[in-house]
């Protein structure tokens, strides 16, 4: 490669019909996740309504305590498997081989199975609700044997459906993870070694390591409870010589590296975007990556948290809050990087910044409150209350959906060719940062008191919390319009989008915007510098000034 | 890792020293004052657990008052000293990393958690609450390790039997049955914790303790309380369609009382005990959609003295 010219693109197909279709184009498939993912979020957003309108008076008047019951357990597996999973599956799909330069993912074809999938075992989970006696309602532990019970006695329920389709998702995760380390591993551009690779990136690595190593626990856990349930073995079943508290190990050691696998690549947003809006290099760009891995390891380790209460023994108790708060540490350096990079940096609050702002500001509290429940005394007090629930969603919605809007809007320039509209943006970062705090703040102190969580009824002296948590919670629904809004006519009539519009560096900024169907093709530039060189003045690739021209020279012939 | 040149940073000026200190000793009055108003967000202190972990989260909530307020200090005065001027695009100055800060703020952190797990193990030794976890059959109190070190064996072991959804619990020694709990303060008392068919979790916010209880075991719980009053006692572990309603109330009474109730409630016939699921299951028939099909509540347990669940209560 001595001369870097961008070759004419071939026709593509750009009709808003091959998002339909079995596409194996990554960043089709990419925009088919977060779609879909979208999709059900409303779905998932809701089912919360309906909950957080039950909690808004103590009696249980609104719905039916089965239907209460089958309404929670929904709302958390939807938002889980059905909206956070795949949407940062469509992330990765869209960032990771525009990022390291690569053509398209390592297997196309598996990618497109693993993302059609999701409407299959969404359509599972969703047709749950119409079969006799209703959806799951053991909550998304599923925890046996109230899981195992099938009141009406039916071989088709909501529970087996709702197994089938957890085990779908561990299935369709699991070709996603297969997919996204190789293609890490294997396809990136010449010169780009593993520390001159974004964050994002090694983020992304991370989580999909976790997944290839939990993900087996929780299907053959999954798959044993479905035998329990369904063809009536022992496994988890007392009466037979079965121990419940297995499937709880089973369980947790994947469900808590899950909470890893959603948060890191978050981390990593944070990592992308930081600099970009400060305009200085990422802090201490080789403790971060590292940092990932560190969680890595240690998130493999902490799962017995989630059960001090079950009876677990002195020493395992013990071991698992030193591993539990160990993790704050690797997470702390993260942190403080970040707080580093926008220290004395030149900030520009677009809606991207302040998602990342709030995010950040949202995970710092979430953190207080986990360094709380790790250690096993106050844990003993207030598990399974109201406390966890508001410190989960603080780091599941405060965190980490703040950190996925915030890749939305920096990236929809990128992908989509057209521009997202400040104003609206800046709107829903509002209502969404006061709504969140509204809504999950009040859950702390309702924790504190004991106020167990999944309850739909409740004593009158968590009526005023209450009423405060409910009304953030409309309030979160509500700001979901604008960007609903601001999606829609952005894509249908937003401004164009030039190649760069943040002035940011990467490569997946030197490629149009739209990137053509092989992103770079043949031309994959060399990588000569380390990512985030603000400031520096060190081009990140050979040629870069040419490609750039190219690029202007193209936008200004449209 | 490559160090920046710090050297081109212009030393912190002295009034900027004094108001950085000042700051500093402001977050650090503000939390102790939160770490003091941490007591106030619990329920009353009824248990002889419930000072040490009140302790235990009046500190942690100290600890990180400071550590929240210090970060959001710094991205406060970044947002407010740091930001771009309108349609300035420059870059600003490439600060790369500093080693020596990441030690730092590795080793500090790891410290301060691991003083924290340190203190949390302390008071878990102290706790202690945790009985032998044996099968149901094997279940040998010569292991019973519960209570706190310095308490007598309880004279009393009271059986809790968890159900679908109910709470009832018998005092063997008096042949006595209720659904209402009754403990003699200061005194220490051992459950034996039983389930009929799924998890259910023993949990006395008051007494900062809970336990989940297990079917298929017998699980040996100790504690003392120190208050006397009416207390929740509530499921904690989902149990199904009237979780929410599996409550009960722990009576904490002088000893005196304690044994003019007993006496008394040894001398009453057997009667259905609380059940409020029972109720709602029975007024949930009448209804032409009642909802979503449901595991039959049990039927009420027989006992002397159903006592009650919905008198005021002190936490």
Redesign the interface.
Same mark, same amino acid.
């Given at each position: 490669m001595t001369s870097a010219t961008f070759p004419p693109s071939p026709p593509e197909n750009t009709s808003w019909s091959r998002y339909f279709g079995f596409n194996t184009d990554a960043k089709v498939i990419g925009i088919q996740y977060i779609v879909t993912a979208f999709f059900f979020f409303l779905i998932g957003g809701l089912l919360a309504m309906i909950i957080r309108g039950e909690l808004i008076t103590p009696p249980a008047d609104l719905v039916d305590r089965t239907v209460y019951n089958g309404i929670y357990t929904m709302h958390g597996t939807i938002m889980l498997f059905l909206f956070i999973f795949p949407v940062l599956n469509g992330l990765n799909n869209l960032l990771i081989p525009t990022m390291i330069g690569a053509p398209d993912m390592a297997f196309p074809r598996l990618n497109a199975v693993a993302f059609w999938l999701v409407p299959i075992f969404g359509a599972l989970l969703i047709g749950s609700f119409f079969v006799p006696g209703g959806p799951a309602y053991s909550g998304w532990w599923s925890y046996p044997p109230v899981s195992t019970q099938n009141p009406l006695g039916h071989f088709i329920n909501g529970q087996g459906l709702w197994i089938t389709a957890v085990a779908l998702s561990g299935v369709s995760s699991i070709m996603g993870a297969i997919n996204f380390v190789t293609t890490i591993l294997r396809m990136r551009a010449p010169g780009m070694g593993f520390f001159r690779m974004p964050v994002y990136c090694w983020t992304a690595l991370a989580a999909q390591s976790l997944q290839l190593i939990g993900l087996p626990a929780l299907t053959g856990g999954a798959v044993m409870l479905l035998m329990d349930l369904s063809f009536g073995t022992s496994f988890y079943q007392p009466e037979g010589g079965g121990d419940p508290v297995l499937y709880q190990h089973f369980f947790w050691f994947y469900s808590h590296p899950a909470v890893y696998v959603i948060i890191l690549p978050v981390f990593g947003i944070f990592s992308e975007l930081f600099p970009v809006y400060s305009r200085k290099p990422l802090f201490g760009y080789v403790y971060v990556c590292l940092a990932s891995f560190i969680i890595v390891a240690l998130g493999l380790v902490v799962w017995v948290h989630h059960m001090f209460p079950s009876g677990v023994a002195q020493w395992m108790r013990n071991f698992f809050m030193f591993s539990t708060m160990l993790i704050a540490v690797p997470t702390g350096v993260k942190v403080f990087a970040w707080l580093g990079t926008i220290w004395r940096g030149k900030l520009r609050l677009t809606t991207p910044m302040l998602f990342c702002l709030g995010g950040l500001f949202n995970f710092v509290f979430a953190g207080i409150t986990g360094i709380m429940l790790a250690t096993v005394p106050v844990d003993i007090h207030v598990s399974n209350t109201y406390f966890v629930v508001g410190h989960f969603h603080y780091v599941i919605y405060g965190a980490a959906v703040m950190g996925i809007f915030a890749a939305i809007y920096h990236w929809f320039p990128k992908f989509i060719g057209r521009m997202p509209y400040e104003g609206l943006g800046k709107l829903h970062f509002l209502l969404t940062f006061i709504g969140a705090n509204l809504n999950f703040l009040p859950m702390h102190p309702l924790g504190l008191m004991g106020m167990p969580r999944r309850v739909s009824s409740y004593d009158p002296e968590f009526a005023f919390w209450n009423v405060l948590a409910s009304l953030g919670a409309f309030l979160l629904g509500v700001s979901i319009i604008p960007f609903l809004l601001n999606m829609v006519s952005a894509w249908v009539r937003g401004p164009k989008a030039p190649h760069n519009p943040w002035n940011a560096i990467g490569l997946e900024w030197l490629l149009p915007s739209p990137p053509p169907e092989d992103n770079f093709g043949e031309h994959v530039p060399t990588v000569i510098s380390r990512p985030y060189g603000y400031g520096t003045g060190e081009p990140l690739v050979e040629h870069q000034a040419e490609i750039e021209n190219q690029l202007t020279l193209e936008e200004a012939r449209a | 890792?490559s160090n920046s040149s710090d050297r081109s940073r212009p030393p912190i000026s002295s009034a900027g020293l004094a108001g950085l200190l000042a700051w500093i000793g402001l977050l650090v009055a503000l939390s102790w004052w939160m770490a003091q108003q941490a007591y106030r967000?619990? *329920?009353v202190q009824a248990s002889t657990?419930a000072p #040490?972990?009140d302790g235990?989260?009046s500190f942690? @909530?100290g600890i =990180?008052t400071f550590?929240?307020g210090g970060? +959001?200090s /710094?991205?406060a005065w970044? #947002?407010i000293k740091? %930001?771009?001027e309108k349609y300035?695009?420059?870059?600003?100055? $490439?600060?790369? =990393?500093?080693t020596r800060?990441?030690v730092i703020?590795?080793v500090i $952190?790891?410290l301060l +958690?691991?003083a924290?797990?340190v203190y949390?193990?302390r +008071?878990?030794?102290k706790?202690? /609450? #945790?009985g032998p976890?044996e099968h149901i059959h094997l279940a040998n109190p010569v292991e019973d390790q519960g209570g706190y070190a310095a308490d007598r064996l309880p004279a009393e072991q009271v059986e809790v039997i968890a159900r679908q959804w109910s709470w009832e619990f018998s005092y063997p020694s008096v042949n006595v049955s209720t659904t209402e709990l009754h403990l003699p303060v200061d005194q220490p008392v051992s459950f034996r914790l039983v389930s009929d068919?799924?998890?259910h979790?023993f949990?006395i916010?008051?007494f %900062?303790?809970?336990?989940?209880v &297990? $079917? =298929?075991?017998a &699980?040996n719980f100790n504690l003392t309380p120190t208050r006397q009053g009416r207390y929740?006692l %509530?499921?904690?572990?989902?149990?199904? @369609?009237?979780?929410?309603?599996n409550?009960a109330d722990v009576v904490v009474e002088s000893p005196e009382a304690y044994q003019a109730w007993l006496k008394n409630a040894a001398s009453q016939p057997l009667q259905p005990g609380l059940s409020d699921a029972v109720i709602?299951y029975g007024e949930?028939k009448q209804l032409k959609n $009642?909802?979503?099909?449901?595991? *039959?509540p049990a039927p009420p347990p027989q006992v002397n003295v159903p006592g009650s669940n919905s008198l005021p209560?002190d936490?």
């Open positions: - | 890792m967000w619990l *329920p657990a #040490l972990v235990l989260f942690e @909530t =990180g550590v929240f970060v +959001v /710094v991205m970044v #947002l740091h %930001r771009a300035d695009e420059s870059d600003a100055e $490439p600060i790369e =990393g500093n800060l990441e703020w590795t $952190p790891l +958690v691991m924290i797990a949390a193990m +008071v878990n030794t706790l202690g /609450v #945790l976890m068919d799924v998890i979790g949990y916010p008051a %900062r303790l809970k336990q989940d &297990i $079917p =298929g075991r &699980i929740r %509530r499921d904690s572990q989902f149990s199904g @369609t009237w979780f929410a309603a409550q709602e949930r $009642p909802g979503w099909a449901t595991v *039959p209560h936490a």
